[in-house]
């Protein structure tokens, strides 16, 4: 393929890390947050991905373009058309992002200290290691290497979906116990949901990134 075949896609891929770590960087802010209900470090968290989806459209244009000049083959093909995935798994991130914040920002000083630091710490811990993971991929060439990232990054949306399904059951029993505040915990839950599909969304770019290198099927 043309050296300025390489060329755009690198600018791509580095458009795409851009965004992956001003996604890392509002989960890390979550995190920070979640420990005191700090309202300005949502603020801030929001704020890293703010204008998202004027950065995607540039690079799904700049995907688009890529395919129109140079009609890419095998591998090639591959891995474009991964890139273009990522895009949209991060901007789905994004948006699970802002809606946790959201969602966490109107109920977090009604949620219990020993919850927030038993389940919902832990939880957006392993949220925010498996977007890392996944976005340090994408500078990853190596097969074997991206085969361990991408079972670190598995591991962790594991743990993710278990501490929600912990998370569930102990504030459906306090829901229970409180009639009156049913919607008080189904807020809750309905914002601790987000920060696990966040998680979700880190193993599907994890996913697309072992594809890229190794082909054959997209693991489920």
Do not use: W
Not at 21 to 37: F, G, M, P, R, Y
Not at 100 to 108: A, E, L, N
Not at 196 to 216: D, H, Q
């Amino acid at each position: 393929m043309l050296p300025t075949f390489q060329t755009n896609l690198n600018s791509v891929r580095d458009k795409i890390i851009n965004i992956g770590s001003d996604l890392v960087k509002s989960n890390e802010l979550i995190l920070e947050a979640l420990h005191d209900c700090d309202e300005e470090k949502f603020a801030k968290a929001r704020n890293y991905i703010k204008n998202i989806s004027a950065k995607t459209d540039e690079i799904d244009n700049a995907i688009i373009k890529i395919l129109a000049l140079y009609t890419p083959e095998a591998r090639d093909l591959r891995q474009v058309v991964a890139y273009f995935k990522i895009v949209n798994e991060i901007a789905r991130a994004c948006s699970n992002t802002r809606s946790f914040i959201r969602g966490f920002t109107d109920v977090c000083e009604d949620l219990d200290v020993s919850t927030i630091n038993e389940y919902a710490l832990p939880m957006q811990t392993s949220t925010v290691k498996a977007i890392k993971t996944s976005i340090e991929m994408m500078r990853i060439d190596d097969a074997d290497e991206l085969q361990e990232m991408y079972e670190e990054v598995l591991i962790e949306e594991n743990k993710a979906d278990d501490l929600y399904e912990m998370i569930e059951r102990q504030l459906v029993a306090q829901a229970e116990n409180s009639k009156n505040s049913f919607e008080k915990f189904h807020k809750m839950l309905r914002a601790l949901r987000k920060s696990e599909k966040i998680a979700g969304r880190a193993i599907s770019v994890a996913n697309l990134l072992v594809y890229i290198k190794l082909g054959g099927n997209i693991h489920s």
